[in-house]
């Protein structure tokens, strides 16, 4: 296995032309690959719009779920209404005390885990990390994490699809039920009691927005929360970096992230016939947002492959840009910066024993993207 | 039009500089207990279209203002990297700044920015 895993599939792509035509699902898919056209489709959601149920992700997920999925799979005016049901709850990652919290649970793990020989980090580091954290957000008993850390990684796509999508979604259902007894404002009751144009949330819609705070924050995090690892066990001079300056924390997280991209692309449906950079794309057909390839541009981007943890500017979209940017990023970030900075004050170093690189595979590329299995030893400082 | 003034009676307070965020919805939010870079004082205070979201490394643009035409000269360019990522953002113009990256001082006291949309 080479030393870094990582390597960028639309290099050679992009230096052909602004537009990866590929297919998906049999269907045509026109991918924009530079980070520009990347952030002006993003935003022109009029002639690339995400009113498109089961199609905003890339393959389709008609087979693993019942429910659109909000607000992700809606466009502006309805978005925006439908993004502030929820925004309140995505934004308690900006309260002192959910950060002293996350703080308390990344201690625990790295110490719990210093402590054993070896750890396999997907499943039992990133995995119950990226659960326990979660329990936060959604504002429900930390219990509850024992539950979906056996949903494994994809919940939608590991595996047997199917039957774990609809065990989450009987999850969810259930959770609905009882949310009254958890505490206050939690992700569940909110949606229980929010309106949308004077009326309360139907059924499918809760269920839409429960299914993406499951499905959309999972292996983004838990592939992010590898690829760290991994990196300071081949790098341990960037691991002594950040512990001597401190202060590039925020600066390095914003790097990984890019460097990660877990979450490839992302579709748009073309509601009228139209041309993308040369591609003609006819009305119902996608488009995509290749955040991948964008975020390894080196028109933007200075050697775009290297990890730099002092990168400035860094203006990637593994985020995404525009109407829909991220709504878990505050949680996602908060985990990131509290994990550097935990393993800068409790690990001396990390061991690379074994991993197993997960591989996109496609028509027309194969992407590694982060690990399917990852063997390390944490040890203490 | 609605003018929020969290500063206390504290006569040292009294005397910090203070900064006006007019928002896009026109209310005025006036802060003079800030310390830091202006995306932090907005942060600290709420300030409705300042997300701040990278946390001031020049990554997000969720800071953006747009800083009035007669302080413009007071509060100076933005730097390269600043530049950069200005340029990706589409909606700047030549009195945009990344608010992160300015660093409240007495000499900006009484400084006016806008707040542009997100
Ligand atoms: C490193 C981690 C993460 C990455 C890289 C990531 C990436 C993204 C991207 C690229 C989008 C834009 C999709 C689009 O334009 O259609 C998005 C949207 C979204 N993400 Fe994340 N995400 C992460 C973590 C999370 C977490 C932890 C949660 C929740 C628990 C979450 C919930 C959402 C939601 C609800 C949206 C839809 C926002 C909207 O449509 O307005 N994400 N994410
Ligand atoms: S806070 Fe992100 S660029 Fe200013």
Redesign the interface.
């Known amino acids: 296995m080479s030393k870094c895993p990582y390597h960028d599939p639309f290099a050679e792509k992009r230096t052909k032309g602004p537009i990866l035509e590929t297919e998906f699902d049999g269907d045509p898919v026109a991918m924009i690959l530079g980070?520009?056209d990347v952030?002006?489709a993003a935003?022109d959601w009029k002639t690339f719009s995400s009113d498109a149920p089961f199609r905003v992700p890339i393959p389709r997920e008609e087979n693993l779920r019942s429910v659109r999925q909000f607000p992700i799979e809606s466009d502006p005016p309805e978005h925006t209404e439908y993004r502030k049901i929820v925004e309140p709850a995505f934004n308690r990652p900006?309260e002192p005390e959910y950060q002293a919290r996350m703080t308390g649970l990344i201690q625990e793990m790295i110490s719990e885990t210093t402590s054993c020989q070896s750890v396999e980090a997907v499943s039992e580091f990133a995995l119950p990390l990226q659960s326990r954290a979660l329990t936060y957000l959604l504002g429900v008993p930390e219990s509850e994490a024992q539950t979906w850390i056996k949903w494994g990684v994809h919940v939608l796509r590991d595996g047997d699809g199917p039957t774990k999508g609809k065990e989450m979604e009987h999850y969810c259902k259930e959770a609905f039920k009882r949310s009254s007894r958890w505490e206050e404002n939690n992700f569940f009751s909110l949606l229980n009691e929010a309106t949308f144009r004077g009326r309360l949330l139907t059924d499918d819609e809760k269920l839409g927005f429960a299914n993406l705070a499951f499905a959309g924050g999972r292996d983004t995090v838990i592939n992010t929360v590898c690829l760290i690892l991994a990196h300071f066990a081949h790098h341990p001079d960037d691991l002594e970096r950040l512990r001597k300056e401190p202060e590039l924390v925020?600066?390095a997280?914003?790097e990984f992230v890019r460097f990660a991209t877990p979450l490839t692309h992302i579709g748009r449906k073309c509601p009228a016939d139209t041309e993308v950079h040369g591609a003609k794309v006819k009305a119902d057909q996608l488009i995509s947002l290749c955040w991948a390839s964008a975020n390894f541009d080196d028109t933007?981007f200075d050697k775009p492959t290297e990890i730099r943890l002092d990168r400035?500017?860094?203006?990637?979209v593994a985020?995404g840009n525009g109407a829909h940017t991220c709504l878990g990023?505050?949680h996602a970030?908060l985990i990131i910066?509290t994990l550097l900075t935990q393993l800068t004050e409790l690990v001396s170093s990390i061991t690379f024993l074994s991993g197993q690189p997960k591989i996109e595979k496609t028509v027309d590329y194969e992407r590694v993207n982060s690990f399917e299995s990852l063997q390390l030893r944490l040890n203490l400082k | 039009m609605f003018v929020r003034n969290k500063s206390t009676l504290n006569e040292r307070i009294e005397n910090m500089a203070k900064v006006t965020f007019v928002t896009e919805s026109g209310e005025e939010i006036m802060e003079n207990d800030g310390t830091g870079n202006l995306m932090e004082i907005a942060r600290q205070n709420d300030v409705d279209g300042i997300i701040g979201a990278c946390g001031g490394v020049c990554s997000c643009a969720t800071c953006h203002v747009r800083v009035k035409p007669e302080w413009m000269e007071r509060v100076g360019r933005p730097g390269e990297d600043e530049q950069d990522l200005l340029e990706l953002e589409g909606r700047a113009d030549e009195r945009s700044r990344l608010s992160c990256q300015i660093e409240m001082t007495d000499e900006l006291d009484g400084l006016v920015v806008e707040v542009a949309p997100l």
């Open positions: 980070l520009k952030r002006k935003r900006n925020n600066c997280g914003e933007v400035k500017p860094n203006p990637h985020f990023a505050p970030r910066r």
